[in-house]
């Protein structure tokens, strides 16, 4: 069949998502109609997943550069030097839309995108985390949501056997019909073998490895550029099946290639699949680019050439071979049993040129493909403020308070999900998920790469700057409490329509408040990824721009965790306590109220605390650390006494009307630190030297199982425990009402 | 001591294994392909590592047991040569029937990576000298299909030989259904062939073997394994 015997009308140009005007551009940027499948290609690169036509403007914002970054945004993933010849490769993608139209199949291609583009630049992957929201409890689609996120993400990582060592889970009415499904994968590459996408030379062979393509996934990244509206249930056909098993082969018999000089250029193929990956390599490297379709790899039959550059198989990938190392490559794919097809060769035209069953289906400028998609400067607003905080009940039994937030779904336990991902594999896990932030050790030596993955979209809600700039302050935060020192960054930014202004004002926000902190705290940008149309009908997301941090331990031994390890050591707090209440969890949970603006963010402080308590670790005078954040002291002071199991005894500076605020607010740049006592007056007295706040809070006690308060009923760990680790298995294990 | 680790397409535990007998063995095992025919001459010990052959599309280890290099393994099973199955290894050695029974999918239904407790059952073999009687020992379990399942009698023939290496347990090495992670036959974690050469396991040693993993329980293993091949 010839696809573009179907004409091209007002109606078909809407169901490829451009607008009217924007296929006016076309007509101009070429001369002439496009046909079927042209206008499919142009669909698929000009789509907002692809383009960032709506965020394009303001991430130029962001810090990108830094001395130790190798590769910023642009290639599949971001690179940063560590040191002895290896650098770090990360990034963050969403794969939201299709988890929520097929959980398991949406979360597990997700999580096989983000490998692939890690791999794709040489690097072994080491570990995988992700970021998840749910909507509310009670609303009907949220447990089969969770159960068939965690089951996809675990059912990839755990098979490919790269370890998923940590990530965050919310849940939250506004993503009732849009969940996020947010994957990171960090790998690491010698710095002498790192594998980027602009195409080189011409003649050289273009070739086709990994999976055959089918006709699934088709639109995919056109789906993800849409509103949910009715009728969301019949995109199913556009999301991806996954198959790890494939992608591990890929993985091996791509790192066993890249051992030799046989790659010149290489891209995997992701959002639609063949368009994006050959336009964008040819682009990049000022080429053009001829394929010859009859040789791509099939499973089904009579697939037209519209069908096969759009189709979204997965574990496929695209490289321009050194014509003189075909043959070896060649037998390195088929020893891992892979399919391996020369599918065209590059050009000096600058154009894309697609032949088919003896035709020519597509002759495009490749410039108008990678470089002229539309770019919007869209109107914003700033989003109303949110309600001042009404007065509540300030005298209720902190006990109480803690007992119903530990077992609330924000707070509790995410061992059910985590317990379902192999955070084991590779023998490398040296901080497993729980904890502040997740470590593995590089491979062979004795430093190690800490993970983690932070936003708290209550706050970009109330206030996207702040918010935004408090998702990279509590990843710093994360990084420096386990000892690391922190990198860089890779954000996942999921909004709603960028269409409404006040949408557009949290992008634009956000992204301020995520610059101003990036460049504050030195963790530049180096990879990235846009997710928007999170939204149903008229209800968007919770905005929510994701941050995965990573940083460097350059020695494990020096490793902080957040249990308490032994009796009679000194509790101490760093940071200033005002006991800010609004947009805190003890605020919506126990007063029922979101409200009030979120905890201000003190750049300048959040750096010298971050610094101050990674040099203590660093001299290995810290038995315990944990950071101050969802909750507030308190739920830290309880997380660090569960976690180790022990008990501990403090006192509240604050008089007895304020006692709530300083235990549950959740004041920002707060760690509490434990020391044996002679350690705790030196660094009492380093910190008042540096003009640290450091506040001694109390003692850690024996296994006596209880946190004491002053002047409160003892709070018994039993319970605090059962309320922790029961909410999440009992809410999954509970019939839908 | 020479040994070799077979690497199957999917299998993902391979390096791991490889790097805890260099670490504790000293000596560097040789990866051998699925596809290769023969062995090297002289080896000890032959290792299945975990992963998902073939991606366990089928029945978990069904098809890699069905690999070209398993007619090598099985006659060398069969001259006295020891083999260790982990995890989708021991997958493969019942489906190959060189130990007995199977793995069903876990209990619960879902896959399950944490800490678990295991009684050494059989302390006089060459894999678990170095942990002596009835020791209670913490390694991982990571796996979907770890349900050990056999017929009563085999069962009770198993017990009857000794040849029950591993049973789950509380911390405390008793016996009970909240300790069994996985619903397996009376507890069962680990066995042992009719002649204690083959053993195969669904717990992972090899991911606990230095104290910045969280522990070192899966050491005493690899000691047993290199006294016994010194």
């Known amino acids: 069949m010839n696809p573009n015997d179907i004409q091209v009308t007002d109606d078909i140009v809407a169901e490829h998502g451009l607008t009217l005007a924007e296929y006016a551009r076309v007509i101009e940027l070429i001369g002439r109609k496009p046909n079927f499948t042209e206008l499919g290609l142009f669909s698929a690169a000009w789509n907002e997943h692809c383009s960032y036509k709506s965020s394009k403007v303001w991430l130029k914002t962001l810090p990108t550069t830094g001395p130790k970054v190798i590769h910023g945004p642009g290639e599949n993933a971001g690179v940063v030097d560590i040191g002895d010849g290896q650098a770090v490769v990360f990034k963050m993608e969403s794969h939201n839309h299709p988890s929520y139209i097929e959980p398991f199949q949406g979360a597990a291609t997700g999580v096989g995108g983000i490998l692939r583009d890690v791999f794709t630049m040489g690097a072994r992957p080491v570990a995988n985390m992700n970021a998840l929201r749910f909507g509310a409890p009670d609303h009907p689609r949220t447990r089969h949501l969770v159960a068939g996120v965690v089951a996809g993400i675990g059912g990839y990582g755990n098979c490919i056997g790269v370890p998923t060592i940590g990530g965050e889970t919310n849940f939250h009415a506004s993503y009732n019909g849009n969940c996020l499904v947010n994957a990171m994968t960090v790998g690491i590459v010698q710095t002498d073998r790192i594998f980027t996408s602009a195409a080189t030379g011409i003649g050289n062979p273009v070739v086709y490895v990994g999976s055959k393509t089918g006709r699934d996934g088709i639109h995919g990244a056109t789906m993800a550029s849409n509103v949910f509206g009715e009728g969301t249930d019949e995109k199913r056909p556009t999301v991806q099946v996954g198959d790890p098993f494939t992608e591990k082969l890929l993985l091996e018999a791509c790192l066993e290639l890249m051992a030799e000089d046989a790659i010149l250029s290489i891209q995997d193929m992701g959002a639609a699949g063949l368009t994006s990956s050959s336009v964008e390599m040819a682009a990049k490297g000022g080429l053009g680019i001829e394929l010859d379709l009859d040789k791509v790899p099939t499973r089904e039959a009579g697939m037209t050439s519209y069908e096969l550059m759009l189709s979204e198989s997965q574990e496929r990938m695209l490289m321009i071979l050194d014509p003189r190392r075909a043959d070896r490559a060649r037998a390195v794919f088929e020893k891992w049993g892979l399919d391996f097809a020369i599918i065209g060769k590059t050009t000096d035209t600058g154009r894309i040129v697609l032949r088919h069953q003896g035709r020519i289906d597509c002759d495009l400028p490749l410039g108008a493909l990678a470089d002229e998609a539309p770019l919007y400067n869209r109107p914003y607003e700033t989003p109303p403020l949110p309600p001042a905080i009404a007065a509540f009940d300030k005298k209720v039994d902190p006990g109480q308070a803690l007992l119903h937030l530990m077992g609330s779904p924000d707070l509790c336990s995410r061992r059910w999900i985590w317990e379902q991902y192999d955070h084991m594999v590779m023998a490398d896990t040296i901080q497993r998920p729980g904890g502040d932030a997740g470590v593995v050790r590089i491979h062979g030596t004795t430093k190690g790469l800490a993970i983690t993955t932070d936003v708290t979209p209550r706050y970009v809600a109330a206030d996207a700057v702040t918010g935004g700039a408090q998702a990279v302050a509590e990843a710093f935060r994360n990084l420096c409490a386990v000892g690391a020192e922190p990198l860089a960054v890779t954000d996942c930014l999921n909004f709603g329509n960028p269409q409404n202004p006040q949408v557009m004002g949290q992008i634009v926000g956000a992204i301020q408040g995520i610059g101003d902190a990036c460049r504050a705290l030195d963790m530049p940008v180096v990879s990235g990824n846009v997710s928007l149309y999170n939204q149903t009908g008229e209800l968007a997301i919770q905005p929510t721009p994701a941050i995965g941090a990573v940083g460097l331990l350059a020695d494990i031994d020096r490793m902080a965790t957040l249990g308490f390890k032994a009796a009679d050591d000194v509790i101490l707090l760093i940071g200033t306590t005002k006991g800010h209440m609004g947009q805190s969890l003890y605020l919506r949970e126990i007063a029922a109220q979101e409200a009030g603006p979120p905890p201000p963010v003190d750049l300048a402080a959040e750096r010298r605390h971050g610094e101050f308590v990674r040099g203590l670790i660093r001299e290995g005078r810290l038995s315990a650390v944990h950071d101050c954040a969802d909750g507030g002291l308190l739920v830290a002071l309880a997380e660090m006494a569960l976690a180790g199991d022990r008990g501990a005894e403090i006192s509240t500076p604050l008089d007895e009307a304020d006692k709530t605020a300083f235990l549950f607010g959740e004041d920002q740049a707060r760690y509490l630190i434990c020391a044996k006592p002679d350690f705790a007056e030196a660094v009492l007295a380093e910190a008042e030297a540096q003009h640290i706040p450091c506040t001694r809070l109390g003692r850690t006690t024996d296994r006596t199982g209880r946190l004491t308060i002053d002047g409160f009923r003892p709070i018994s760990l039993a319970e605090l425990r059962s309320a922790h680790e029961g909410w999440l298995p009992g809410f999954m294990a509970a019939k839908p009402q | ?230």
């Not at chain 2, 060459?126 to 379990?141: E, H, L, N, Q």
């Open chain 2, 1 to 230: 001591m020479k040994a070799a680790v077979i690497v199957f397409p999917g299998s993902n535990c391979d390096r791991d294994i490889a790097d805890a007998l260099a670490k504790i063995c000293g000596m560097q095992p040789h990866m051998v392909w699925h596809k290769d025919q023969d062995l090297p001459e002289g080896l000890d010990l032959i290792v299945l590592p975990g992963g998902f052959s073939h991606g366990d599309y089928l029945r978990s280890g069904a098809i890699a047991a069905q690999a070209p290099v398993m007619r090598a393994v099985k006659s060398r099973a069969e001259a006295g040569c020891a083999v260790l199955g982990i995890c989708n290894g021991f997958q493969i050695l019942t489906e190959a029937g060189l130990l007995p029974g199977g793995l069903m999918r876990n209990a619960g239904l879902k896959f399950i990576c944490r800490d678990v407790w295991l009684k050494v059952d059989a302390a006089d073999t060459i894999y678990t000298r170095s942990y002596g009687s009835d020791a209670v020992i913490r390694i991982p379990v990571a796996h979907h299909d770890g349900n050990y399942t056999a017929d009563e009698r085999t069962l009770d023939k198993l017990e009857a030989e000794g040849r029950i290496a591993f049973r789950y347990t509380d911390p405390e090495g008793n016996i009970a259904d909240t300790a069994n992670p996985n619903g397996s036959a009376r507890s069962i974690a680990g066995v042992l062939s009719a002649n204690r050469r083959i053993l195969g396991l669904m717990p992972h040693p090899e991911r606990l073997i230095d104290p910045i993993q969280g522990g070192t329980d899966g050491r005493p293993m690899f000691n047993s394994l290199m006294e016994a091949f010194a």
